[in-house]
C-alpha cells in the first residue's frame, strides 16, 4: 500500500489557481451569449444601490479637504488661489 503524503500549499500554488480561474472566466465570457439585457439591470442595481452613498461620503470629504486647502492658502497669501487649490485637492483625493 502507497503512502499518500501531502504537502503544504506554497504561494504559487495561489498564483496558479488565480490564473487558472482568470483563464476560466475569460473562456465563459466569450464561449456563450452575451446577456446584454441582464448586464444592463445588474449594472442599474449597482448605481442605485451605490449613489447615495458615495455622494454621503464624498460631499464631507471635500469640505474638509476645501477647508484645509483654504486655510493653506490664508497662510501663504495666496486666497485667490483657493479655489483652484481646493479643486486640485479634491480631484487628487
Known sequence: MASVTSRRPTVLDAVGEFFLF????????????????????????????????????????GAVVALQVGSLTQQLGAQSFSGAASVVAIVRE
Do not use: C, M
Request: charged share 10%; proline share 8%; no cysteine.
Open 22 to 61: 482568470v483563464l476560466d472566466i475569460v473562456r465563459a465570457f466569450f464561449a456563450g451569449p452575451f446577456q446584454a439585457k441582464e448586464a444592463v439591470q445588474q449594472g442599474w442595481n449597482l448605481v442605485r444601490v451605490v449613489v447615495i452613498p458615495t455622494a454621503l461620503v464624498s460631499i464631507p470629504l
